[in-house]
């Protein structure tokens, strides 16, 4: 009698935790898109510019939003401090802490740790957004709004394929952890210390890293196996102890910003050719079979040219144009900070001007390398001025390249998946731009890594109306919860 009773308890049980079902699941984010667009416009509405200083506590708020996110979800979450930040001025100020959230621990089961960031670039209706950049705006089937593709969709495309499952009672085909940071669009700082620290605790049971913090190349889906690495470096030219009169001083002071613009251009050629020594030589070869990659993926240069809105390119072919954004280096200049850059005539002599530059990092190149290389060739640069203006050089980022082997399972569970939402198989591409944290989890953890988009080629991505479609985002996290699945199958057959 006794057996009969737990007999039955089993049964209701089971009949309440159902087995994968992808139409069920697709059908269930179809119906529930609307949700996924309002939680987005709450995100996208929390202004969490890691850069500024001024916006750390909606950073923070950011990151207090994520954590109650997971805790309503049920997850068993945690908050890592991890420290201070020290910014240029010597300011010091509380880095946000670090949300991990985990979804079962069956040890049957391969366990997967998703990694996103909920901080955003900088972003002013002045910089020329056509809609408000903290106020998700919908035109034509495209979600404009700061950080929506970078990185607070893909993130919560994730959250919502865990929830789908939830919600239809589905047992997760392996068990989900996440870790959220808030500094990845200022380098990751503090992250790489608390991947250290947390590999035999939080990571000790990870089988297989996720990221996507990326995006296609086309309107294809794709699987990104590599991306670039970031030295990022501040050049400060310090002059007079204050602004001056250009009709008072001008033609008898050396002036910082004269000495900054001649040294900027020593860096690289009309070109784009880089001329610090030691950069280019640094470089891996192109092998014949990268190159046939390259042949095979369907990319449309004019297309391309025109998406960008410039006359030209810096090189014709297809093959060249994606070597140069994936396996080759690129060094570009961002900004001049204490430069007169309002609109109007000031005639001022600024007394102090930082150039921003950063020079991306590819296979075989190494940050403190390079941090040399450009330290010793400005102030090289600098001594031949003759100019008793003072330079400063600081490398602020040195993220390194990353770069998978896309023979890899996850890569085969990457295509499947990938098939059975889209119908398609997925270009296999590399990314231009740096995910800082990438490299360490490979060199700390050992363990596979996968970087899985779902952002669209023209999202624009730390530029004006940043944008991320309702079609990827949707269709995105159908993508997701199809790869729990794909990935649960791994080794099984
Ligand atoms: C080190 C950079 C600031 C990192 C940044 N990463 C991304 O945009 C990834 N979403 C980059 O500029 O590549």
Redo the contacts with the bound molecule.
Sequence with gaps: MIQLAVFSLLLLHCTHVCSFNLDELKNYIDSHQEDYVLTLRDWVAVESDSSDALKRDELMRMMKITENKFNDMKGHTNRFDIGNQELPNGQIIPLPVVVTASFGNDSNKATVCIYGHVDVQPARMEDGWDTEPYNLTEINGNLYGRGAS??KAPVLAWIHAVEAYQALDMDLPVNVKFIIEGM????SNGLDELISKQKDDFFSDVDYIIIS??GWLSRKPALTYGTRG?C?FFAEVEGPKQDLHSGVYGGSVFEPMIDLIGLLDTLIDSSGHILIPGINEAVAELTEEERKLYEAIEFDVENFKNKIGTNGLMYDTKEEILSHRWRYPSLSIHGIEGAFSASGSKTVIPAKVTAKFSIRQVPDMDPPTVEKQVTTYLNDMFAKRNTPNKLKVTMI?G?KPWLADVSDPLYVAGRRAVQKVFGVEPDLIREG????VARTFQDVTGKSIIMLPIGGFDDG??SQNEKMSRYNYIEGTKLFAAYLHEVSQINKS
């Excluded at 731009?433 to 800082?436: E, V």
Aim: charged share 20%; aromatic share 6%; hydrophobic share 20%.
């Design positions: 970078d990185n990845e669009e200022t380098g913090d990326c970031n990022y980022i993220a731009g740096t995910i800082p991505l730390h």
